[in-house]
């Protein structure tokens, strides 16, 4: 058995997603454009931008007889550890560094006026040069002291420009190169604001001849990183926002998301990590019923199905020997893309795993004292999504968040597909079977909390509201921030006036739990050490008395006297005035994206 890699499709590899046409398409475009010109290629996190970046470099660049230079820069490695004007400085060096190396035979003399430009806008910045290395800084000796690196920083960008053109030039006149293709890859990982950063660089200093620049960028990332200038969009303001996105994109290519055949690329995944036989996808309706619940589901993002695939796989080795149906299986994996797409729906089930006894009593319990518009419903309940009960109270049950709202008629459809594939029973037994189904699909949820297996063990309401939000929080404002392995590791505590998210870390000579907590009366950040030996408690303290006490202030021991029971506060931040829960648990979600940024950085940096 074997799990699938969450990585960008290699050249080399089948288009199991068969976009071939899309690609050639776009390759043949930038073949034959004329320079400068800049594409973005557009899509969300996941939707495959890196691996049709590749197909492109491959294409136009590595084959043999290739007709451009390729420049690859990922920005995401770029900004670890960096402030944003230390980030754009990197680029900048990158890029310059790449060149230089493609060019050092050919224009050494050109290579240094480059590199004497870079030193002096480096300096502008704050003299912050040291480390970067590559060809061209290499090159620039003695020259960086020279009148360019004297110049004003406005100088310098003209200079540096200057420079780069006559390298460029002249790497295209000595070779049998039409133009260089840049690759900019990961703007969506990183801060909007230092991505919109970055591609007004791009536009003013490398708006260059014989230059074709390909950007992996998503146009709602430009939105977000444009809100300090102009404001939340409106539709009186939208014109703004898309004018500087067209300023700086000549071309843009939307990912073909919606156009993705999934089904070579489903049975492939699914065969591999050996969930289903071969022989079962090879028929036709099967496969069919595959496809349909992904697409009311989980859709058709290649990453959201690496996941998926994962998650099954995973069900299936816990499973071992154990003989289960194909009929029920496909109801399983119907609800693990329940617990993949809609994570809070799929704690509803657990509640209650027979969804078709869902009334309004089942609604109002949820719901509380949240009020309801059910105006659109009454004009619904004539379509066959709504006419029984249990789909209108379903309805209910999706006004609670947008996302829920937008997709309600993708999840009657589904929940209406697993109620008519199981066995004509009675409720009992209906219940009986789902409880099975759910006690193996739960062990991939995000939450620890919400696992239910029956509905004896029913998680407490006081528990469900904290346990969702996070679940919610994490699946929305995490899960695409945070490479999956560590969204993984995250866990959830939910006590009736209290929770924490938390995450185990063992990692070479480190063994602790990072806490982020909160009771409503204050947010407190600190880590427990799990180990017993005392020389391990104290290597974590120590770790984090060098890499965090200048992120947080108020980090001390509890008892600096004791090493038993060893607590490292970070930070404390009093909440109790104010008011509203909900407000409360706004705060601890900004607490929490601020944290995970700073701890995440330190911690993968560790050896």
């Not at 890699?5 to 089948?14: F, G, L, T, W």
């Not at 408690?537 to 060893?566: H, L």
């Amino acid at each position: 058995m074997a799990s699938i890699v969450d990585r960008p499709k290699a050249s080399n590899q089948d288009d199991l997603l068969e976009i071939e046409k899309y690609t050639n398409g776009l390759i043949k475009f930038i073949e034959s454009s004329a320079t400068p010109i800049t594409i973005g290629v557009q899509g969300e996190w996941g939707s495959g931008k890196t691996s049709l970046l590749n197909t492109i470099k491959e294409d136009l660049c590595d084959k043999a007889g290739a007709k451009h230079y390729p420049i690859w820069l990922n920005t995401w490695e770029y900004s670890l550890l960096s402030s944003p004007d230390e980030t754009l400085i990197k680029i900048i060096s990158g890029l310059v560094s790449q060149i230089g190396d493609l060019t050092q035979n050919q224009n050494n003399e050109n290579g240094k006026k480059a590199a004497a430009a870079l030193g002096s806008l480096m300096k502008g910045f704050g003299g912050v040069m040291g480390g970067f290395g590559g060809k061209a800084i290499e090159m620039a000796g003695d020259a960086i002291e020279s009148s360019t690196a004297r110049k004003s920083s406005d100088n310098s960008i003209k200079a540096l420009r200057i420079a780069l053109q006559d390298v460029i030039d002249e790497a295209i006149k000595n070779s049998d190169k039409k133009a260089f293709i840049f690759f900019i890859d990961d703007l969506d990982r990183l801060d909007p604001s230092v991505a919109v950063n970055i591609l007004e660089l791009i536009k003013n200093l490398f708006d260059l001849n014989n230059c074709i620049f390909v950007l992996a960028i998503d146009y709602g990332v430009v939105v977000k990183g444009l809100q300090s200038k102009f404001g939340k969009m409106t539709d009186e303001n939208e014109w703004e926002f898309r004018a500087f996105f067209d300023k700086i994109i000549q071309l843009p290519f939307s990912m073909p998301i919606s156009s993705y055949d999934v089904s070579r690329y489903l049975k492939s995944h699914l065969v591999k990590v050996q969930y289903f036989e071969e022989s079962d996808l090879d028929n036709e309706e099967t496969l069919q019923k595959i496809v349909d619940i992904v697409g009311w589901s989980v859709g058709t993002n290649p990453r959201a199905l690496i996941r998926l695939a994962n998650s099954v796989g995973l069900i299936e080795i816990i499973r071992g020997d154990k003989k289960i149906k194909l009929e029920e299986r496909v109801i399983e994996f119907a609800l693990v893309c329940i617990q993949v797409a809609y994570p809070v729906i799929y704690g509803f089930i657990q509640k209650e795993p027979n969804f078709t006894t869902w009334d309004e009593q089942f609604s109002l319990e949820i719901l509380k004292n949240k009020k309801i518009d059910t105006s659109d419903l009454e004009n619904l309940k004539d379509r066959p999504e709504f006419d029984e009960d249990w789909e209108q109270n379903l309805w209910k049950l999706c006004q609670i968040n947008s996302f829920l709202k937008q997709n309600v008629y993708q999840l009657s459809k589904l929940l209406n597909f697993i109620r008519d594939n199981l066995p004509k029973i009675d409720n009992e037994t209906i219940e009986i079977t789902l409880n099975r189904l759910l006690s193996m699909s739960s062990v991939t949820s995000v939450s620890t909390d919400s696992v239910v297996v029956s509905s004896k063990s029913r998680t407490p309401r006081a528990k469900q509201k904290f346990a969702k939000f996070l679940e919610l929080f994490i699946e929305e404002e995490l899960s695409d921030k945070y490479p999956s392995d560590y969204i993984n590791l995250f866990k959830i505590i939910s006590r009736k006036d209290s929770g924490a998210l938390y995450i185990p870390i063992k990692k070479d000579k480190l063994d602790f739990d990072f806490y982020i907590y909160t009771d409503y009366k204050i947010i407190k950040i600190f880590i427990n050490n799990r180990t017993a030996k005392e020389g391990a408690r104290k290597r974590t303290i120590s770790w984090f008395d060098e890499n965090m006490k200048s992120d947080f202030n108020q980090m001390r021991f509890r008892d600096k006297n004791r090493v038993k029971d060893n607590i490292v506060t970070l930070d404390t931040i009093n909440v109790e005035n104010i008011e509203s829960r909900d407000d409360v648990l706004d705060k601890y979600a900004e607490v929490i994206k601020e944290t995970l940024d700073i701890f995440l950085t330190k911690i993968s940096e560790q050896n």
